[in-house]
């Protein structure tokens, strides 16, 4: 995985990973899986940072990052064709290591991790590559862990939905998931965090390709 950071003022984050160059753009439609719609639940955040880019660990240029095992989360935004769907806006929001959201409404308000972003966003280019630097998903009370996902484009939203821990013992229990009802839409959200190859620190990277139902040109 090749990370680079154009500047220091900026972290952004451009990835290469091989399971990039194993999905060819044009694939036909019908081997393709619609990535389902779900819930934006009550938890999107009620006051944005004021750091929104792509790396959830530290916050404008702290020193200090958040608490969590780090994860590089990436994929592409595809349309129904396979094709990489360009200038789609990511956003990403999820609780922090303690099970707190960035929201007034979210549970133990006191022990949220300020050191966490909570939310983040990407603007995919000409590949429909998106990538965020953030903390393994953790469960809190009626929920497996999952990062909760919003595709916008030409200011319209396209699709809200979240994606959850291969393997993980909570996801049987877990309302939402459970009621996705199809089983390979189910799989298509259910992705798998794994040790990043070369990293010295623990890190893990995750994979989740989002098919919109729509085309570029809508």
Avoid at 145 to 162: A, E, M, N, S
């Amino acid at each position: 995985m090749n990370i680079f950071v154009p500047s220091p003022g900026r972290r952004r984050f451009l990835v290469g990973l091989g399971a990039a160059a194993s999905f060819a753009p044009g694939l036909l439609a019908e081997a393709l899986s619609l990535t389902p719609a779900q819930t934006e639940g009550p938890f999107y955040p009620d006051h944005l940072p004021l750091d929104t880019d792509n790396d959830l660990l530290v916050l404008n240029d702290s020193l200090d990052t958040a608490v969590g095992q780090v994860s590089y989360v990436s994929g592409r935004i595809l349309d129904p064709r396979g094709e990489p769907v360009r200038n789609a806006v990511v956003e990403i929001w999820q609780c922090d290591a303690n099970g707190v959201y960035l929201h007034k409404g979210s549970d133990n308000g006191d022990k949220r991790d300020k050191n966490f972003q909570g939310f983040g966003r990407f603007v995919t280019g000409s590949t429909g590559e998106y990538l965020f630097r953030t903390i393994k998903p953790v469960p809190y009370p009626g929920r497996a862990p999952h990062i909760h996902y919003k595709v916008k484009r030409r200011g319209k939203d396209l699709l809200t939905t979240q994606c959850y821990i291969k393997g993980h013992p909570g996801n049987a229990g877990d309302g939402v998931w459970k009621g996705i009802k199809d089983a390979k839409a189910r799989d298509s959200v259910t992705i798998e965090f794994a040790p990043l190859k070369g990293a010295k620190a623990g890190e893990l990277a995750a994979r989740f390709d989002v098919v919109l139902g729509l085309t570029p040109e809508s």
